[in-house]
């Protein structure tokens, strides 16, 4: 081997840590150098939704599930940092974290019956749980604000620093999704990563393999509930208000097409597709006003001609040209 | 090792297995045959959970397992390969395999979460573990492929490196060559050999009687859900019985 081989070697081994790296380091140093505080807003935004897709696409992409509820958890985890903090005047950091564990309690609870069934079944009972909790969001109006919302969230500070510019907060966000996507990383890359995909790959092939899919199936569930609490908690600190509007079914519809378009079972596509969407709309007038028409016909394109989403599926192309042309080589 | 012990299953009042009972020697190749129909899938689902018996026991390694879920039967040491094949296409060759060592992966979400050392350890004895697989079936050529583009017999073998590569102490073979050409049937039998040279213990459900004559030490046979005989190959090959089962019944009632 020699010194170039060496050098590509390195690369190719440590390649996950080191776009994350880099990730890192962009984002480090960009918002210094382009400080609007219109796009740091909005990359802000990105960052949240990121950490929500990271946990659908985890559940989605590798464990083959589905869920049309995922804005629920969202909506447990900001109204539940909202409650804690203003009404009973709970600590912002540990409100967070309780209500994460809160959120995973009720996820278990829907998870273990919903998660019995497949496919549009699942996808109604999860439907219909998004529904229930936009019902009481918005029905429920002494405790929650009803359909005006709830403001005067604080924001989040660490002694006397306070997470209150959009520049800030982008630290604050994105450290979050960092780690979130490390963690996401980490989890696909681990036996129990394995497991999941094999789950969505073939259930009766995993479970001659070993994997115990019923309890897999309700622990990813669990985690993406999680990951979409821990998202919800930020988005009302961030933004210092929140309405039911957030939180609808067509929310969960929009994080499913992120993941869809992002790409299934691919970590990277989770960020690129919360981004993608999130941007798209700024940018093109055209589609903020037919934003639910150019969702779905995104999705249905998508799926057609790449079904496993544009990050994994040109992916999967490219690996199969590699192969292919190394094996010729061979 | 493994003793199934007068086992049922009906399917709407069929039966596709009454009262069947067999043993597996520890260490040797079992064959199960039998005409088409005759339950020797049945047989082998019933045996790992994928299937529930209706009646009877099956112990394994001086433990009942009937009726456990399939996992912890894997759990085990039973590992198994399918009819049709069933392999994951949107992984790599190399993930197919290492989707075999489940049994040996860690359980800890938390733990696959935050990646400490112990994990990252056992992750690449795991790969290597699994490269030595791959090593063994000749397919470390193709560890980066998706297994969806790969020909037949290619995914044969991934399936059975899948098998193979969590040591396991009982490996059931459902059909390992249908589908297969001479030589590839040629090198599954040889590698049939050389597990049990390793001190693998098999259960080979087959069609083919050149491979099952060629492979096994004692053959059970199967017919319409009854176990009709057992012996050594030679021993079967002369029973009346089995000539009947695979020849036509027109012979003994006319």
């Not at chain 1, 969960?252 to 981004?275: E, I, K, P």
Request: charged fraction near 15%; charge should be neutral; include cysteine.
């Amino acid at each position: 081997m020699n010194s170039r081989d060496k050098i590509f070697y390195f690369l190719y081994l440590h390649r996950t840590g080191l776009t994350v790296l880099m990730l890192t380091m962009v984002l480090a140093i960009y918002p210094l150098l382009y400080g609007n505080p219109y796009i740091l807003g909005l990359t802000n935004l990105i960052g949240i939704y990121t950490i929500v897709v990271l946990g659908l696409n985890l559940f989605i992409g590798y464990a083959g599930q589905i869920s049309l509820g995922h804005a629920a958890f969202f909506a447990l985890g900001a109204y539940g940092s909202a409650l804690m903090t203003t009404e009973w005047g709970f600590w912002p950091w540990p409100s967070i974290v309780l209500v994460a564990l809160g959120t995973a309690m009720i996820a278990l609870l829907v998870g273990i019956p919903a998660l019995r069934l497949h496919g549009h079944y699942l996808a109604m009972a999860t439907l219909g749980f998004n529904i229930v909790i936009y019902t009481v969001l918005v029905q429920w109006d002494e405790l929650t604000g009803g359909p005006s919302g709830f403001a005067g969230i604080p924001s989040l500070s660490i002694g006397s620093w306070q997470f209150d510019s959009d520049l800030k907060l982008h630290y604050l966000v994105w450290a979050a999704a960092l780690i979130c996507l490390t963690l996401g990383l980490n989890l696909v890359r681990s036996g129990v990563g394995r497991g999941l995909a094999a789950l969505a790959g073939d259930e009766i092939a995993a479970r001659s393999l070993g994997v115990d899919t019923r309890t897999a199936k309700v622990k990813v569930f669990v985690l993406s509930a999680v990951l979409a609490s821990l998202a919800g908690s930020l988005y009302a600190h961030t933004f210092g208000f929140v309405s039911p509007d957030t939180f609808g079914i067509f929310a969960s519809v929009d994080f499913v097409t992120m993941v869809v378009v992002g790409g299934l079972g691919s970590v990277w596509g989770s960020l690129f597709g919360a981004a993608l969407l999130t941007w798209l709309p700024e940018f093109i007038d055209l589609f903020e006003a037919y934003k639910e028409i150019i969702h779905g016909l995104l999705l249905v394109v998508v799926l057609l001609y790449l079904p496993q989403g544009l990050v994994t599926g040109l992916v999967d192309l490219a690996r199969v040209r590699l192969a292919r042309r190394r094996h010729r080589r061979a | 090792m493994l003793d199934v012990t007068s086992l049922c299953r009906n399917f709407g009042g069929l039966p596709a297995l009454s009262e069947v009972s067999f043993s597996l020697q520890r260490g040797r190749v079992t064959a199960l045959i039998g005409p088409n129909g005759a339950g020797k899938t049945t047989m082998i689902n019933c045996i790992t959970g994928a299937d529930l018996p209706d009646a009877g026991r099956v112990d394994f390694a001086g433990e009942e397992i009937t009726g456990l879920p399939a996992y912890r039967v894997a759990r085990l040491g039973i590992a198994r390969t399918f009819q049709n094949l069933r392999l994951f296409p949107r992984l790599s060759v190399i993930d197919n395999v290492l989707c075999g060592l489940t049994v040996h992966g860690g359980k800890s979400m938390l733990g696959a979460l935050l990646r400490p050392p112990s994990v990252r350890n056992r992750e690449r004895r795991l790969h290597l573990k699994a490269m030595a697989a791959l090593d063994r079936f000749g397919l470390t050529e193709l560890a980066d492929w998706p297994v969806g583009v790969l020909a037949y017999g290619d995914r044969k073998r991934v399936e059975l490196a899948r098998a193979v590569v969590s040591d396991p102490s009982l490996i059931l073979l459902d059909e390992p060559v249908a589908g297969l050409n001479h030589e590839e049937t040629m090198a599954v039998g040889n590698e049939i050999r050389a597990l049990r040279a390793q001190g693998y213990t098999l259960l080979l459900v087959e069609h083919d009687m050149d491979l099952v004559m060629g492979v096994s030490d004692h053959v059970v046979v199967l017919d319409g859900g009854r176990c009709i005989a057992s012996g050594t190959p030679d021993e079967v090959r002369q029973n009346p019985l089995v000539l009947e089962a695979y020849l036509g019944r027109t012979s003994a009632t006319a």
